[in-house]
């Protein structure tokens, strides 16, 4: 059982960044996939970054070298930082889990198990 809880989004200036973090409890990120999802009005969840237990990091093309996935152990946190934040970046941000140790698309939501509740981030042009 894991739970995941997300929090630093809100409204931010086009151009600007902000930090997404994801509490979670239940276990340690110890064999934990880690995944950040967002969804728009009227559009599908879709993939944004991903984080292995070996630190191996992956990045969907639209935040490709403006974003970082990352965690704390010793916080049993992980963060979705955002640089030079876009207009198409507003969304519902999704904290989201499931296990490394079994063969999956890190990319597909089928993969993760575990989902937070979602924090919003708005952009202002």
């Known amino acids: 059982q894991v739970q995941l809880v997300e929090s630093g989004g809100g409204l931010v200036q086009a151009g600007g960044s902000l930090r997404l973090s994801c509490a979670a409890s239940?276990?340690?990120?110890?064999?934990?996939?880690m995944g950040w999802f967002r969804q728009a009005p009227g559009k599908e969840r879709e993939f944004v970054a991903a984080l292995r237990w070996s630190d191996s990091t992956y990045y969907a093309d639209s935040v490709t070298g403006r974003s970082t996935i990352s965690r704390d152990n010793a916080k049993n946190t992980v963060y979705l930082q955002m640089n030079s934040l876009k207009a198409e970046d507003a969304a519902v941000y999704y904290c989201a889990a499931g296990s490394d140790l079994y063969r999956g698309s890190v990319y597909s939501t089928d993969t993760y198990n575990y989902w937070g509740q979602g924090t919003q981030v708005t952009v202002s042009s």
């Open positions: 239940g276990r340690t990120f110890r064999n934990l996939l």
